[in-house]
């Protein structure tokens, strides 16, 4: 199938081959060609450009056009940080944080993660492969077009692996890019309340070999946070995911600063995800490093906890991604375009900076920017086709409108 779409309004993130992310003032920038045509051969952008050097219509072989006049067109989003798959929800602790207890509170109790694993662990895993599926065609309308899926409700052999085995048939039945990253240690299960470090080599001699061994995980993650795992623990994981030849994808300063992020980079990590409290030393870590600065703002409104210091970030010359955290406790939204608005509304960050970091940059959070994240000949279709709107800024600033005409996802068009 050929897919022509012509007079589209602007074309966002226009880039060369080769470009894996964008850093610093450089994420200003959101190269663009006005009155453009697209053409899409089977799942890969072949070729584009402005109208006025389109070729003669009749010398285009195509089997479907779409007018896209006053439309604009930009690569989907990609969201590198998401717990997708979980069972049940939590709309009663977030009573209970409307009434005063706060999100450390809820976890003491044993409510949080411990909360979401027992209810993952009593659930079927046709039950949760269908719940996560709605979740999973939800993000896709809204525009994300890859996405990585993270374990970590389970705090159980057998319920981790059930939570990757639903992955992996997300993955098999979806045209969605879809990355897996073991999360094992995202709480300590009552099992092993009193014996932190047993659990962490329970993870590492039982859980790890069973899951690599069915080739369930791309990344692995770890909770580095004060009351739930330190950083001898975050060292011990990224060796062991080393051997595995697993990358660190690792949740880190969202509530303290206790070097996680300094340990990420020693380690290689691909990406440091939060960062709501970020100090000196760890933009210092990150300097010169390859390893990618997520935040992830939804969770900053839903929780009401600070929001990623962006401008620190990006004015020390760094790359920035943004994501959903998609998940049952601090973030239940997979919306993209609500993080993309939250983003230039609460960080301060220009909607060049917020779709850079939501389209290449979380492309490399996920080791997928050659292949997605930009409209460069030879990647993936798959692209948003927005509403007809006055210009770009209008996505950010529009916050809570759907601006989203038409989805296509490796070619195809969704809806
Ligand atoms: N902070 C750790 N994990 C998730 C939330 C987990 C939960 O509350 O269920 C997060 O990224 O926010
Ligand atoms: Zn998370």
């Given at each position: 199938m050929r897919i022509l779409i012509t007079h589209i309004q602007e074309l966002l993130q226009v880039r060369p081959k080769g470009t894996l992310k964008i850093a610093g003032s450089a994420m200003k920038?959101?190269?663009?060609?006005?009155?453009?045509?697209?053409?899409?051969?089977?799942?890969?952008?072949?070729?584009?450009?402005?109208?006025?050097?389109?070729?003669?219509?009749?010398?285009?072989?195509?089997?479907?056009?779409?007018?896209?006049?006053?439309?604009?067109?930009?690569?989907?989003?990609?969201?590198?940080?998401?717990?997708?798959?979980?069972?049940?929800?939590?709309?009663?602790e977030f009573v209970d944080r409307i009434n005063g207890l706060t999100y450390e509170e809820i976890a003491e109790k044993g409510g949080g993660i411990l909360n979401s694993a027992k209810k993952l662990q009593e659930t079927s895993e046709e039950t949760l492969y269908n719940e996560s599926l709605k979740r999973l065609e939800e993000v896709i309308k809204l525009g994300t077009g890859a996405i990585e899926i993270k374990s970590g409700y389970g705090l159980t052999t057998e319920a981790e692996l059930k939570m990757l085995r639903v992955a992996k048939r997300l993955k098999e039945k979806h045209p969605i890019e879809i990355k897996t990253t073991f999360l094992g240690a995202h709480a300590v299960p009552p099992k092993f309340k009193n014996?932190?470090?047993?659990?962490?080599?329970?993870?590492?001699?039982?859980?790890?070999?069973?899951?690599?061994?069915?080739?369930?995980?791309?990344?692995?993650?770890?909770?580095?946070?004060?009351?739930?795992?330190?950083?001898?623990?975050?060292?011990?994981?990224?060796?062991?995911?080393?051997?595995?030849?697993?990358?660190?994808?690792?949740?880190?300063?969202?509530?303290?600063?206790?070097?996680?992020?300094?340990?990420?980079?020693?380690?290689?990590?691909?990406?440091?995800?939060?960062?709501?409290?970020?100090?000196?030393?760890?933009?210092?870590?990150?300097?010169?490093?390859?390893?990618m600065p997520v935040a992830l703002p939804s969770c900053s409104l839903f929780l009401g906890i600070p929001y990623t210091p962006a401008r620190e970030i990006i004015d020390n010359n760094l790359p920035l991604a943004l994501a959903t955290d998609y998940n049952p406790g601090s973030t239940p939204s997979g919306n993209m375009n609500l993080v993309v608005s939250l983003a230039c509304i609460k960080m301060n960050m220009t909607p060049e900076e917020a779709i850079n970091a939501a389209t290449i940059n979380a492309a490399y959070a996920l080791e997928l920017s050659e292949t997605h994240g930009s409209i460069t000949k030879g990647k993936i279709a798959n692209l948003i086709i927005t509403k007809q709107i006055p210009s770009y800024g209008f996505l950010p600033y529009a916050f809570g409108s759907n601006n989203i005409d038409q989805v296509i996802l490796g070619g195809k068009t969704i809806f």
């Open positions: 920038k959101l190269p663009s060609i006005k009155n453009a045509w697209l053409l899409i051969n089977q799942d890969k952008i072949e070729d584009f450009g402005s109208m006025e050097t389109m070729p003669e219509i009749d010398e285009i072989e195509y089997d479907k056009e779409i007018d896209a006049t006053g439309q604009i067109v930009l690569p989907s989003w990609v969201d590198s940080h998401t717990h997708l798959i979980y069972a049940g929800n939590r709309e009663q014996d932190r470090t047993g659990y962490i080599s329970h993870i590492i001699e039982e859980m790890l070999p069973k899951i690599a061994e069915e080739n369930l995980a791309d990344y692995i993650d770890i909770f580095c946070e004060k009351g739930y795992f330190s950083l001898e623990d975050t060292e011990r994981i990224l060796e062991a995911g080393k051997k595995y030849g697993l990358k660190g994808k690792i949740h880190v300063n969202q509530f303290n600063a206790i070097g996680g992020i300094k340990t990420a980079v020693e380690h290689q990590s691909l990406s440091v995800d939060h960062l709501e409290v970020l100090e000196k030393e760890d933009i210092e870590a990150l300097k010169n490093s390859d390893t």
